[in-house]
């Protein structure tokens, strides 16, 4: 049995753990090893990720996890919930203020599961939703018939103009033509600023329900350097474990429609959304993640937060430039949060430029572009994202040397079909090393703390 004393707590806990397995399960430990060395190892430019930060690391690894709590602080199916229901509250007084919303749902387990909550909400089997198109930088959940969204509902996608811009008079050509109970926005893969207001003006047309999806610029949007859906949309879902550098989960927010009829129903929207997500879909919470969400709240309500928030932003732009300077056509021109989606040569292909930057320890994703030509598992562009890379703190001269790897891998790749390519392997060996160099040069450090700045 083992003895959970109170004195030792928290890091007996947590440091008895990582004992255990390097003694009792060596080969789990090699593999956890494995990653914190190729994190460290790598430049990721994945535009979805960032570390998350201690402090809602050590959350989501607390003694909450042992603790069964189905309901709602306060109205909850089992007994010992004082603390859950403590930091529960924590994190939904935080939400509310951290984004100005009347009503925030902390349990979703993730955004998708988030929104296919707030879906089975407000709408019936069969009703009408428009959605960007996954080909033009929605996610999968805004009506991709791979999902609940595409083949519970009638989806109908809306696209972006060949600059990469949301096309808003097709939208409202599309609204008006087909009528959805609920129209969709925010994206996956965009560089602009995304219009609520106007979107909230289209919907309003045809009385139809305004879900705001802000899980690539939450911080941006908490940081007040994106506008804001909460008190423009009915509903505002997001991740966690984006901007916002918290643990992998979802966010409901509503503001002020919060305690407004759904149309056509006889329930408020905090009601309605709070009972999609339990019962209706959940059972008891993951309160430790929860318990991490408060965490990364409080974080995102500090300075620090604020300063590496603007680092993504001036970090983006100087990719986008660099990209630029080197004659690569930057969808749109620019970018207007931390996204850069480059178009490809011709002969390159999305999936070939994934795996040779790979090969070379830089990490980005393959993504479609406007006009695309080819499968969403070939594609002709790029999808690059600042946020890792202003979590070290890479400066503007950082950037360019980042994107001379890049540019120099994409030259020195030789294709042979969609996918398969030549690389000679001093190439390979030589942009891995100049990685290596630019990681210990930008180290994973603890970007919570203020640093001194070099941009
Ligand atoms: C990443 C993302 C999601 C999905 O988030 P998960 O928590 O991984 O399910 C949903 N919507 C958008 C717009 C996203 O970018």
Redesign the pocket.
Known sequence: MINIGLKEGQDYLQQKGMKDLDTHDPELARILDAEVGRQHRTLSLVA?CCAVTPRALAASASALVNVTAEGTPGRRYHAGCENVDLAESLAIQRACELFDAQYAGVQPH????A?YQVLSALLKSGDTILGMNLDHGG?L?HGSPVTFSGSYYNAIGYSTTSEGVIDYDQVDKLAQKHRPRMIIC???AYSRVVDFVKFREIADKIGAILLA?I??IAGLVATKRHQSPVNVAHVTTT?T??QLAGP?G?LILSGKDANEKVPGMDITFSKALQKAVFPWMQGAPAVNAIASKAAAFGYAMSPNFDAYIERIRTTADAIASAFQAKGYDVIGGHTENHTILIRLDDNITGAMAEEALEQCSIIVNKNRVPGETRSSFVTSGLRIGSGSLAQRYVDQEGCYKIVEIICEVLDKVTPIDDRKFKLDELVKENCRKKVEALCSSYPLIDYTEQQDQNM
């Open positions: 979805s993730s955004a998708s599961s929104n996610h959940t925010g994206a996956t999806d899980s690539h991740c474990h984006k992998r979802g």
